[in-house]
């Protein structure tokens, strides 16, 4: 499926649950940054993931906090990287792409990361 077929499947809530894994997450979110401002990027894809989530009965799935801290992560890694394809970023960055363990325990500790408070607020 090429990048703009994912996000507009994504967009427009058609894309079926199972194919909307993790790494397809980090992809959608790498797209909406090659295509705008991080601004404007964070706010479009948390907007479409809360609408996704809900799509699926879901919406107490996502996480705010963990939605910020991938974009930023994700837009450091596109600086001078921007032009890479999807294949080309994935594979200098993996460690996005990983799950379990999550990039995102080098920063938060997961009784912080899996708060209340952190799936509300960053």
Known sequence: ??????VRAFESTELPAAQFTHASHVRVAWWYLRHASLP??????????????A???????????????????????????AHLTWPEFAERNPDLL???????????????LFSERAKRAS
């Open 1 to 6: 499926m090429s990048d703009e077929d994912l």
């Open 40 to 53: 404007e990027a964070l706010g479009r894809f948390s907007v479409s993931l809360r609408r996704y989530a």
């Open 55 to 81: 799509s699926l009965g879901a919406a107490d799935k996502y996480h705010e906090t963990i939605t910020v801290a991938y974009m930023l992560l994700i837009a450091e890694r596109l600086d001078g990287a």
């Open 98 to 112: 990983t799950d379990k363990p999550s990039i995102l325990s080098t920063y938060y500790t997961d009784a912080l």
